[in-house]
T-cell receptor
Framework: ETGVTQSPTHLIKTRGQQVTLRCSSQ?????VSWYQQALGQGPQFIFQ???????GRGNFPPRFSGLQFPNYSSELNVNALELDDSALYLC??????????FGQGTRLTVV | DQQVKQNSPSLSVQEGRISILNCDYT??????FLWYKKYPAEGPTFLIS?????DKNEDGRFTVFLNKSAKHLSLHIVPSQPGDSAVYFC?????????????FGTGTRLKVLA
């Protein structure tokens, strides 16, 4: 039972547009991470937010940005969408390094 | 450079038997290893984890073994059930990251045959 919820579940956008994905973390978890999972691959770390600040980033360009709010919920924003941005976007919340709980994901399709 | 590798894309096991899922890694600086299962159209479900200071952790039907000298970990599922059919991912955390960043393998699809 994760308690992590993401919205929307599916989204179709046109190349060049901007998109915002949302995540509510599990109760009491102050750290939220975002991952991108391409077809046939494992999730790849985009960045992490702790107490409303980005404190870790993977190999993703600056057009991937985020926010965390005082209630620990989070947003992932992607500008200037490219076809290769089509993927499953996953949000995870953590309280310790030994476990991270994922939401159901948002399937983004860029056409 | 794939630091976490799952070399078997798929595995089939009879119901009631043991499923063994394997994972190899190249970085000695991982301090936690996690296993997830994933059904289609769902997010990954956390199963079990192990700290690098341990060599075994058990939770119900799931046991994870860590062999640091071989840089290898495995997940044992006993007994396997049809509902265990899913894609399994191993993930590792770099101890130097200062974050809850995890590096994932590419997954192994487990099929449990009734």
């Amino acid at each position: 039972e994760t308690g992590v919820t993401q919205s929307p579940t599916h989204l179709i956008k046109t190349r060049g547009q901007q998109v915002t994905l949302r995540c509510s973390s599990q109760s009491g978890h102050n750290t939220v991470s975002w991952y991108q999972q391409a077809l046939g691959q494992g999730p790849q770390f985009i960045f992490q937010y702790y107490r409303e600040e980005e404190n870790g980033r993977g190999n993703f360009p600056p057009r991937f940005s985020g926010l965390q709010f005082p209630n620990y919920s989070s947003e992932l924003n992607v500008n200037a969408l490219e076809l290769d941005d089509s993927a499953l976007y996953l949000c995870a919340s953590s309280q310790t390094a030994s476990e991270a709980f994922f939401g159901q994901g948002t399937r983004l399709t860029v056409v | 450079d794939q630091q976490v590798k799952q070399n078997s894309p798929s595995l089939s096991v009879q119901e009631g038997r043991i499923s063994i899922l394997n994972c190899d890694y190249t970085n000695s600086m991982f301090d936690y290893f996690l296993w997830y299962k994933k059904y289609p159209a769902e997010g990954p479900t956390f199963l079990i984890s192990i700290s690098s200071i341990k060599d075994k952790n058990e939770d119900g039907r799931f046991t994870v073994f860590l062999n640091k000298s071989a840089k290898h970990l495995s997940l044992h599922i006993v007994p396997s059930q049809p509902g265990d059919s899913a894609v399994y991912f191993c993930a590792a955390r770099p101890s130097t990251s200062g974050t809850y960043k995890y590096i994932f393998g590419t997954g192994t699809r487990l099929k449990v045959l009734a």
